[in-house]
Antibody, heavy 121, light 111 residues
Framework: EVQLEQSGAEVKKPGQPLKISCKAS????????IGWVRQMPGKGLESMGI????????RYSPSFQGQVTMSVDKSLNTAYLQWNTLRASDTAIYYC??????????????WGQGTLVTVSA | QSVLTQPPSVSGAPGQRVTISCTGS?????????VHWYQQLPGRAPKLLIS???NRPSGVPDRFSASKSGTSASLAIAGLQTEDEADYYC???????????FGGGTQLTVL
């Protein structure tokens, strides 16, 4: 069974760094893209970007380029999303999801449970 | 405002059929990119409902179906059940943005 287990909720102050994780199991980690999706309070889903664990090829969505860093540790089957300097506007639930190719695109077929990040002074 | 436009809300009575539209443009749906649909139950992570325009993953009831034509796609839910109350999102790749994008989401209420 494919599973994506995300790290727990975080409460941080503006300006602090943060790294959250997404541990994959039940499939070959290096064969599928991992995507990150933001959901701000009461809002819709926003694609942040994707990373290919085999070679760490990373494609950031334009809105998130330079704002976050995606990485993986293949030895741990784990993907990471990190911020160097958090802002209050980063308060959101962050989901990781496994990508699967379709004929003309890529869908997210398995999702983590989400990590709630709260940034408040 | 999202590049993929969905109605903010739809509603229907139990047993009825509802459809949710997803309107794009020549740089995404109209360019031939696949449309995927997700269901997000209250307080839960999204779940893939339809991939590649029309394909239901294993375990998704056949009450859920989808289609695509031109620059638009639609999700249909037949035989509405109270447990179908959720937010529904379409997703597709956009050439101009070089990015995978989600529609703004549609809240389904089962009356």
């Amino acid at each position: 069974e494919v599973q994506l287990e995300q790290s727990g909720a975080e409460v941080k102050k503006p300006g602090q760094p943060l790294k959250i994780s997404c541990k994959a199991s039940g499939y070959s980690f290096t064969n599928h893209w991992i995507g990150w999706v933001r959901q701000m309070p009461g809002k819709g889903l926003e694609s942040m970007g994707i990373i290919y664990p085999r070679d760490s090829d990373t494609r950031y969505s334009p809105s998130f380029q330079g704002q976050v860093t995606m990485s993986v540790d293949k030895s741990l089957n784990t993907a990471y999303l990190q911020w160097n300097t958090l802002r209050a506007s980063d308060t959101a639930i962050y989901y990781c999801a496994r990508g699967v190719d379709t004929t003309m695109g890529e869908a997210f077929d398995s999702w983590g449970q989400g990590t709630l990040v709260t940034v408040s002074a | 405002q999202s590049v993929l436009t969905q109605p903010p809300s739809v509603s229907g009575a139990p047993g009825q059929r509802v459809t949710i539209s997803c309107t794009g443009s020549s740089s995404n749906i109209g360019a031939g990119f696949d449309v995927h649909w997700y269901q997000q139950l209250p307080g839960r992570a999204p779940k893939l409902l339809i991939s590649g325009n029309t394909n239901r993953p294993s375990g998704v009831p056949d009450r859920f179906s989808a289609s695509k034509s031109g620059t638009s796609a639609s999700l249909a839910i037949a035989g509405l059940q109270t447990e179908d109350e959720a937010d529904y999102y379409c997703q597709a790749y956009d050439n101009n943005l070089s990015d995978s994008i989600f529609g703004g989401g549609t809240q389904l209420t089962v009356l």
